[in-house]
């Protein structure tokens, strides 16, 4: 939920300063597409990194196991 908030946080103010420019470039359509088209990307993500996570804490030295 950290890696949530803190991906939120920082592309929240970044988004205005390219917003106008995709939208004129590429038109309402086609901006909001890309836009859409990028979450559709990303969606999977969650369940992958679910999956292999405990195999990327295991090889990490960073890891904390309280175990």
């Given at each position: 939920m950290a890696s949530n908030s803190a991906m939120r946080y920082s592309f929240g103010p970044c988004?205005?300063?390219f917003a106008g420019q995709m939208y004129t470039q590429l038109g309402t359509v086609?901006?909001?597409a890309l836009l859409a088209g990028l979450m559709t990307a990303?969606?999977?993500l969650t369940f992958i990194f679910?999956?292999?996570g405990p195999r990327?804490?295991?090889k990490s030295r960073f890891a904390n196991f309280l175990s």
């Open positions: 988004f205005p300063l086609g901006a909001t990303a969606a999977p679910k999956q292999i990327i804490q295991a």
